[in-house]
């Protein structure tokens, strides 16, 4: 295993694009060794040449798909062979779902890679993260999570309410790990509409992406940054940003006994005891 005494580790899930490239670049060149996990070889390649460009360091390079949890086991196999210490895991990586699909784990696509994926992740390297930062957002309003149920959103399929829900679940998912695991500062945060490729499937939501006055990526990327480097005494375990600032998400991300629900349900979906 590397010796990490010099440097600090950064994890970032979804990087081979937008947001999490962007942060990615950040950090690296920040001084900070990245490690890039994506879901498509080729653009995975080409974000880390983007950041050995930037910074003059090839970083690690681990493809994982969120849509297969066993992919997610394996990744975080690698992860532990090959890094003793994880000082921040950015949980970023996440898709936005045109139409209903169901994984073959069995879960909405959007609940899985949005949550249950970062959320076995999460587990399965607690024991070597410092820090956890969890992409959320504002579109949690929509979302209508029923720990009882996480493929309710699968009936009358709704694109944008299946992805509130999971962003919903993150914010929840954020502020209970705060609670189990007090040595282990967790964050969630908006990032404002970002430019990204979210909704490539479809070519209006493609085109409103380029053309709309929405966020670059690098300004969606300022808060995460910003919550793996700055000191955890001056910020909240367990809450949610925006702008570089504590917001209070709706009541229904914010609510202690749905997120304990959450989690007993979220473990037994991934199959963690």
């Known amino acids: ?6 440097r600090r580790t950064v994890v970032v899930t979804g990087a081979s694009s937008g947001i999490g490239l962007a942060a990615a670049v950040d950090l690296a060149g920040r001084g ?8 498509d070889p080729a653009r995975l390649r080409d974000a880390g040449e983007r950041v050995r460009d930037s910074s003059g360091e090839q970083p690690e390079l681990f493809r994982a798909d969120f849509a297969v949890l066993d992919d997610v086991r394996r990744l975080a ?7 003793d210490r994880i000082d921040v895991l950015a949980n970023n990586a996440g898709a936005i779902v045109l139409q209903p699909v169901t994984t073959i784990d069995g879960f909405e696509l959007s609940m899985q890679a949005n949550h249950l994926a970062p959320f076995l992740l999460s587990h399965l390297l607690q024991d070597r993260i410092g820090r956890t930062v969890v992409t959320a957002s504002g579109a949690h309003r929509s979302g209508v999570l029923d720990p009882d149920d996480l493929n309710a959103t699968l009936r009358d399929f709704r694109p944008y309410r299946a992805y509130g829900t999971s962003k ?3 914010i ?4 209970e790990a705060a609670r189990r695991w007090p040595d282990v500062p967790a964050y969630s945060f908006h990032p404002g509409v970002v ?3 979210f909704g490539n499937e479809s070519r209006l939501v493609a085109l409103g992406m380029r053309l709309l006055p929405f966020r670059s990526p690098e300004r969606g990327a300022e808060t995460l940054v910003w919550l793996a480097n700055q000191d955890p005494s001056r910020l909240t375990s367990g809450g949610y940003y925006r702008d570089r600032k504590r917001r209070r998400p709706l009541s229904k991300a914010a609510d202690p006994a749905l997120a304990a629900r959450l989690w007993t349900a979220s473990a037994q979906a991934v199959g963690i005891g």
């Open 32 to 39: 900070d060794r990245v490690v890039l996990v994506g879901r």
């Open 77 to 83: 196999e690698r992860l532990r062979a090959a890094y």
């Open 195 to 197: 430019r990204t490729r």
């Open 168 to 170: 919903q679940a993150n």
């Open 1 to 6: 295993m590397e010796d990490l005494t010099d």
């Open 172 to 175: 929840l998912f954020a502020a």
